[in-house]
């Protein structure tokens, strides 16, 4: 009787379905459901578990539920986390060279910059980022940063300075904005809209989907489109985490991280011009930097600071666009 029930247990076990023994994977970002970030998130869910045939799920955590910025990061790291989509503002505290991406006015044009990720330098990036425990499943978009103030518009150089302005926890940012003779203060996200409302700061630069979504042109009157930082958002996993999968499972994660990369991207171009007509119906002054010449030459100081950090990677990007 006992081997009989054992192998009628063997028999159930090979018939039982492959989602049986499904792995579920945590991805959390910091965007809302109706962010481009959680399209994508969806699509790379949808895209794992077709790929892997059930054997690999992922369960999305939208508003950073698990944690946000380098936090996350560290997360991934800890394996708390299996993968997180974050800034490379985030992402440079553990793999510094991606700061390289953080340059102001290194790309104008988004194609320009998914060019540059798709090919040898961000391949580079994902070399540096495993010499450091990493796994970038793809290069996901950020966008443009513009700038929000209560001060007047943004036109030239010189509006900047003295300008109280909130940026990230970034050595690139602050070096930018004070090269730029502004007075950078580096503060939380949750933070920004009451220290506007205070006068703590006069300015704040984000991605047009944060500023409309955090209402930040509800107390600022004057939005300058100076798309003066690009910021791309890799899609990140512990190394370890990944070689753990079998050679079928990794192929799977990162054919749909490009697909799911690719879709997010299409939908946050999409996005870009519904966004400036909103900002535009907000009754905010817009000022559009028609010429960037002035803020780039003015902003040469800024690689010359980081030319020793950085190295090769300013020449590989600027022959790559």
């Known amino acids: 009787m006992k081997r009989i029930l054992s192998i009628v247990m063997i028999v159930m076990i090979v018939m039982l379905p ?153 050595t690139v940012f602050l070096v930018t904005f004070e090269t730029l003779g502004a007075v950078p203060t580096p503060m939380a996200v949750s933070e920004v809209f009451s220290a506007l409302q205070l006068g703590t700061v006069d300015a704040q630069e984000n991605p047009d989907n944060n500023n409309l979504k955090n209402k930040y042109t509800e107390i600022c009157p004057y939005y300058s489109i100076t798309k003066h930082i690009y910021t791309a958002e890799p899609l990140v996993m512990n190394l370890d985490r990944f070689n753990s999968f079998t050679p079928e499972e990794q192929e799977a994660l990162l054919r749909a991280g490009k697909e799911a990369g690719d879709y997010q991207r299409e939908v946050s171009l999409a996005l870009d011009e519904t966004n400036m007509q909103t900002i535009i119906d907000t009754g905010v002054a817009v000022n559009i930097v028609e010429d960037m010449t002035p803020f780039q030459e003015a902003c040469q100081p800024v690689y010359e600071a980081f030319a020793d950090r950085f190295g090769d990677l300013i020449t590989m990007i600027q022959e790559a666009k």
């Open 18 to 170: 492959a989602y049986a023994f499904a792995q579920a994977l945590s991805l959390n970002h910091v965007g809302a459901t109706d962010h481009p970030y959680h399209d994508g998130a969806l699509k790379f869910a949808e895209l794992v578990e077709e790929y892997t045939g059930g054997s690999l799920t992922v369960d999305v955590f939208p508003a950073s539920q698990i944690a946000s910025g380098a936090k996350a990061i560290e997360f991934v790291q800890m394996y708390t986390l299996d993968i997180a989509l974050e800034s490379t503002m985030s992402f440079s505290n553990f793999v510094p060279e991606v700061g390289v991406l953080d340059l102001p006015f290194l790309f104008s044009t988004k194609e320009e910059a998914f060019k540059v990720l798709d090919g040898e330098v961000g391949a580079k990036l994902n070399e540096l980022a495993e010499e450091k425990g990493f796994k970038v499943l793809g290069w996901w978009d950020n966008g443009f940063r513009n700038i929000t103030s209560t001060k007047g518009a943004i036109e030239k150089p010189d509006d900047l300075k003295g300008l109280k302005i909130r940026t990230p926890e970034s």
